[in-house]
């Protein structure tokens, strides 16, 4: 029976494991005015009148996802993508996210608040789930510098992404990128990188026309996945050179996810997102006698053609070296991609991912053995809620948070097809794709708004979010690590020691601190087998 279009419900969701990253539970979920309201066993509510019960017995009842990267109604390489901000959305929540991240990105030369404006309006109207905007940084000026801080101040945008590819278009220099990382660590947001070497891929591509390839495989041969690998290298190293937190989009391969993963465990404050993409399928596609079938899989970076591609960045986002997932959903039709029929560099960039994500990462993360129910919903909702400053209203089911939730069946399958899928596109790049894991049930903002295949919602009800900068998740580390720095710069920071030294003997250097001098005494220690032997006092040395 459908549900009453109501803007919220009081809903009780009985029975189901509740899953957040940290825990899973056996409880009951209530709902009312868009919050949950309460956690826990056996819950009654009162009145029972227009309480909507849901059954979630045998089923996970988990936070709605996020989508940390996607492309609506975006215009690019002579043409639109084809899923708008009500298609797109839509299919989101019948795949059980409830919240996009899309970008509003500004032509060279262009005002980002302008672009901003311009995404909003395109949005607003139509979204069937909430949403936010990164912004992208495709020049720089003080003049867009001054835009990033009045963003952040007064449009709710804590988050920045540079194009190192797309020469000509969106990429900028190393020393723009140095500029714009400076200025989000100053404003607290999150900078974002697109990670390839746009001179090489250039290049390249007039390398492979030069040789008569002109089909999809030409887009793969002239970025190279090594071409992915070294911008990686270089953004995180300007981030570190200013201690700013950076966040790599659609790591695609191998060789740029162990540059991440190396990063991190040097304790750099960078998050990798593989896409729905990479994880689920790989490049073998470009090199299809179908020239349909082959364009339908262009997109930058590219996908592999290496098969154990999607197994090597699952196995790395299972255990922390990669943070969250995206899609980078920006869908073409087969005419739409059939504008480089001739010429592989004219074939608009983007696939399809919105609505298929959440399935493609249990199938190939749960189901398959890699990652638990917990850290599935890590890396499908509460990481990007934690980064993008949104937890725990967001990416968590506790008292206060908003009610975006999801009933997921794990014993249920489904087949991922064009014909049946509701986005708007006529091509599934995982067309064929048996997938455990379906949600069966999407709460959106206290209401039911996707359940048994049927949908309860209209354009517009969804809303755009504000993100706060200063992410505790990203900037605690930083902020803490520019404290150590500026108190060892400090002369007024009290008497400090400062070891070094072998197994045998160590120096010990006290400084003795005064506003108009620093006196360091070296005394030597001498160490006898494990304890430590000293031939003068503590006090003595002090005085």
Same mark, same amino acid.
């Given at each position: 029976?459908?549900?009453?279009?109501?803007?919220?419900?009081?809903?009780?969701?009985?029975?189901?494991?509740?899953?957040?990253?940290?825990?899973?539970?056996?409880?009951?979920?209530?709902?009312?005015?868009?919050?949950?309201?309460?956690?826990?066993?056996?819950?009654?509510?009162?009145?029972?009148?227009?309480?909507?019960?849901?059954?979630?017995?045998?089923?996970?009842?988990?936070?709605?996802?996020?989508?940390?990267?996607?492309?609506?109604?975006?215009?690019?390489?002579?043409?639109?993508?084809?899923?708008?901000?009500?298609?797109?959305?839509?299919?989101?929540?019948?795949?059980?996210?409830?919240?996009?991240?899309?970008?509003?990105?500004?032509?060279?030369?262009?005002?980002?608040?302008?672009?901003?404006?311009?995404?909003?309006?395109?949005?607003?109207?139509?979204?069937?789930?909430?949403?936010?905007?990164?912004?992208?940084?495709?020049?720089?000026?003080?003049?867009?510098?001054?835009?990033?801080?009045?963003?952040?101040q007064n449009k709710g945008v804590n988050s920045f992404k540079m194009f190192m590819a797309y020469k000509d278009l969106y990429m900028v220099n190393d020393e723009e990128l140095y500029?714009?990382?400076?200025?989000c660590k100053e404003l607290g947001a999150v900078a974002q990188v697109h990670a390839e070497n746009g001179e090489l891929i250039a290049q390249g591509a007039k390398k492979m026309l030069?040789?008569?390839?002109?089909?999809?495989?030409?887009?793969?041969?002239?970025?190279?996945?090594?071409?992915?690998?070294?911008?990686?290298?270089?953004?995180?190293?300007?981030?570190?050179?200013?201690?700013?937190?950076?966040?790599? %989009?659609? !790591?695609? +391969?191998?060789? =740029? &996810?162990?540059?991440?993963?190396?990063?991190?465990?040097? /304790? @750099?404050?960078?998050? #990798?997102?593989?896409?729905?993409?990479?994880?689920?399928?790989?490049?073998?596609?470009?090199?299809?006698?179908?020239?349909?079938?082959?364009?339908?899989?262009?997109?930058?970076?590219?996908?592999?053609?290496?098969?154990?591609?999607?197994?090597?960045?699952?196995?790395?986002?299972?255990?922390?070296?990669?943070?969250?997932?995206?899609?980078?959903?920006?869908?073409f039709d087969i005419c739409q991609k059939a504008l480089g029929k001739d010429d592989f560099t004219k074939i608009p960039n983007g696939v399809n991912g919105v609505e298929d994500r959440?399935?493609?990462?249990?199938?190939?993360?749960?189901?398959?053995?890699?990652?638990?129910?917990?850290?599935? %919903?890590? !890396?499908? +909702?509460?990481? =990007? &809620?934690?980064?993008?400053?949104?937890?725990?209203?967001? /990416? @968590?089911?506790?008292? #206060?948070?908003?009610?975006?939730?999801?009933?997921?069946?794990?014993?249920?399958?489904?087949?991922?097809?064009?014909?049946?899928?509701?986005?708007?596109?006529?091509?599934?790049?995982?067309?064929?794709?048996?997938?455990?894991?379906?949600?069966?049930?999407?709460?959106?903002?206290?209401?039911?708004?996707?359940?048994?295949?049927?949908?309860?919602?209209?354009?517009?009800?969804?809303?755009?979010?504000?993100?706060?900068?200063?992410?505790?998740?990203?900037?605690?580390?930083?902020?803490?690590?520019?404290?150590?720095?500026?108190?060892?710069?400090?002369?007024?920071?009290?008497?400090?020691?400062?070891?070094?030294?072998?197994?045998?003997?160590?120096?010990?250097?006290?400084?003795?601190?005064?506003?108009?001098?620093?006196?360091?005494?070296?005394? @030597?220690?001498?160490?006898?087998?494990?304890?430590?032997?000293?031939?003068?006092?503590?006090?003595?040395?002090?005085?």
């Open positions: 029976m459908p549900r009453e279009n109501l803007a919220q419900q009081r809903i009780l969701i009985k029975g189901g494991k509740v899953v957040n990253d940290d825990l899973s539970v056996v409880a009951d979920v209530y709902v009312e005015d868009g919050v949950v309201q309460q956690v826990g066993p056996n819950l009654n509510p009162e009145p029972l009148t227009g309480l909507v019960v849901l059954d979630a017995t045998n089923k996970l009842v988990i936070p709605g996802g996020i989508d940390t990267h996607t492309h609506m109604q975006f215009p690019f390489m002579g043409s639109t993508s084809k899923d708008d901000f009500y298609t797109g959305t839509k299919a989101a929540i019948a795949g059980g996210t409830t919240m996009i991240i899309d970008f509003a990105i500004p032509q060279k030369g262009c005002s980002l608040i302008e672009a901003f404006d311009t995404w909003k309006n395109w949005a607003d109207p139509k979204v069937c789930c909430d949403y936010a905007l990164h912004v992208a940084v495709t020049w720089w000026s003080s003049k867009v510098k001054e835009e990033m801080k009045s963003l952040v500029e714009a990382f400076s200025c030069a040789m008569g390839i002109t089909g999809p495989e030409g887009h793969e041969l002239c970025r190279p996945e090594e071409v992915e690998a070294e911008a990686t290298q270089r953004a995180i190293t300007i981030a570190n050179a200013v201690n700013c937190p950076l966040y790599v %989009v659609h !790591v695609m +391969s191998k060789s =740029a &996810a162990r540059v991440i993963s190396n990063a991190r465990r040097e /304790g @750099k404050v960078v998050y #990798g997102e593989p896409i729905a993409a990479s994880l689920g399928t790989d490049g073998t596609n470009y090199w299809s006698k179908d020239w349909a079938h082959a364009a339908a899989y262009v997109m930058g970076p590219p996908l592999r053609p290496d098969p154990s591609t999607p197994g090597f960045l699952m196995n790395l986002l299972a255990n922390d070296d990669l943070s969250v997932t995206g899609t980078d959903n920006c869908t959440m399935s493609v990462i249990w199938e190939k993360g749960v189901y398959s053995g890699k990652m638990d129910e917990n850290r599935f %919903v890590a !890396v499908t +909702s509460t990481n =990007a &809620a934690k980064i993008f400053n949104l937890y725990p209203k967001k /990416g @968590k089911i506790a008292v #206060g948070s908003d009610a975006d939730i999801v009933i997921w069946d794990p014993k249920a399958t489904r087949t991922i097809s064009a014909k049946t899928h509701h986005q708007a596109n006529n091509f599934n790049i995982f067309e064929g794709m048996v997938c455990h894991g379906v949600p069966v049930v999407t709460v959106s903002r206290g209401k039911v708004v996707y359940e048994g295949g049927a949908f309860n919602v209209t354009a517009g009800e969804g809303k755009y979010v504000s993100r706060p900068p200063f992410p505790p998740y990203v900037y605690e580390r930083v902020r803490q690590r520019e404290q150590i720095k500026a108190n060892e710069n400090d002369p007024a920071v009290p008497t400090k020691a400062v070891h070094s030294g072998s197994n045998n003997q160590s120096t010990i250097n006290f400084l003795r601190v005064n506003m108009k001098q620093q006196k360091p005494i070296n005394i @030597k220690l001498g160490f006898l087998h494990k304890s430590c032997h000293c031939n003068l006092s503590l006090k003595e040395i002090l005085l």
